[in-house]
């Protein structure tokens, strides 16, 4: 099983993802965040083995957020996402 957790600011998007996630095969959602901050905090929490990351986030982006999950735990994977047009 692959511990996923999903770091999205926008309320539909992670719900659709959350739901996508939570009904595949192999994967266990363990987590949510809301922004980069918490995305931090619940990885250093959690230790998901993939963390799906938004790279447009509120307070901390998810590229600064990113390397802060890889110095605490460089064996997270991180794959940074987004919706932005243009």
């Keep these: 099983m692959i511990k996923v957790m999903l770091v999205e600011d926008h309320v539909l998007t992670r719900m659709g993802l959350s739901m996508l996630l939570s009904n595949s095969e192999g994967i266990i959602l363990?987590?949510?965040?809301?922004?980069?901050?918490?995305?931090?905090?619940?990885?250093?929490?959690?230790?998901?083995?993939?963390?799906?990351?938004?790279?447009?986030?509120?307070?901390?982006?998810?590229?600064?957020?990113?390397?802060?999950?890889?110095?605490?735990?460089p064996n997270i994977k991180i794959l940074i996402f987004t919706s932005r047009d243009g």
């Design 30 to 73: 363990l987590t949510e965040a809301s922004d980069g901050a918490e995305g931090i905090k619940k990885a250093c929490e959690f230790s998901p083995d993939v963390i799906l990351m938004d790279i447009g986030l509120p307070n901390i982006d998810g590229i600064e957020a990113t390397q802060k999950i890889k110095e605490f735990n």
